[in-house]
Nanobody, 119 residues
């Protein structure tokens, strides 16, 4: 099993910045990818961005140029720097990882952290 613990989030005015962090722990051989999803009230969960270990970092068009994903491989952690936030960025943000465990490659989720952007 892999546990993801998130921190950060909160309330910010439009145009402001926030930083989310997420650390993975548990029993796994390696992290294949880490990233973020979000879910706004009344909407489906949507992909924000993913960093694939040893490869690319990709972003949704809606956040490209404003959000940046950073990895600390030594700490099995990922952060999401969010700049120029807009009210439409308001959502619960979930950390995601795909990890190589003893049995398979599996997906794991954090508990979610609220980001609220006021206009």
């Amino acid at each position: 099993q892999v546990q993801l613990v998130e921190s950060g989030g909160g309330l910010v005015q439009a145009g402001g910045s926030l930083r989310l962090s997420c650390a993975a722990s548990g029993n796994f051989f390696s992290i294949i990818a880490m990233g973020w999803y979000r879910q706004a009230p009344g909407k489906q969960r949507e992909w924000v961005g993913t960093d694939i270990s040893g490869a690319d970092t990709n972003y949704a068009d809606s956040v490209k140029g404003r959000f940046t994903i950073s990895r600390d491989n030594a700490k099995n952690s990922v952060s999401l720097q969010m700049n120029n936030l807009k009210p439409e960025d308001t959502a619960v943000y979930y950390c995601h990882t795909r990890a190589d465990t003893a049995s398979s490659n599996s997906d794991y989720w954090g508990q979610g952290t609220q980001v609220t952007v006021s206009s």
